[in-house]
């Protein structure tokens, strides 16, 4: 015979074989363990939602310097002057000026 099945009838024998007040107390601890795992197993849910919230708006984020940063890099093929690119995109001064010597 199959041993977790062996065990599983020898479990439940055992459990028949105890009083009421007994069986009372094993269902209320099944169910308090049964009810924690519910709880983190939700919290994990919740916290993978989180991270990946998180992580789009990151992406979004990066996204939208790396289209401020492509156009200044045009912005200066074209010669237009820093502080134009300042104001038009919001990068700093600094960040342009790194732009403008990897073109």
């Known amino acids: 015979m199959n041993e ?3 065990k599983k009838a020898m479990d439940t024998l055992e459990f028949l074989s105890q009083d ?3 069986r009372m107390a094993y269902n209320a601890r099944m169910k308090a363990l049964s009810d924690e795992k519910s709880r983190i197993e939700g919290a ?3 916290g ?3 991270g990946i919230e998180k992580g789009i708006e990151q992406g979004i984020e990066q ?3 790396q289209g ?3 156009t200044a890099i045009k912005l200066l093929a074209l010669g237009v002057d820093i502080r134009t690119i300042v104001e038009a995109t919001g990068l700093s001064v600094e960040l342009i000026k790194a732009l403008s010597s990897v073109q």
């Open 4 to 6: 977790p099945m062996l």
């Open 48 to 50: 993978i939602a989180k």
């Open 20 to 22: 009421a007040a007994a």
């Open 63 to 65: 996204g939208i310097v």
């Open 68 to 70: 401020k940063k492509e």
């Open 44 to 46: 994990l849910e919740e």
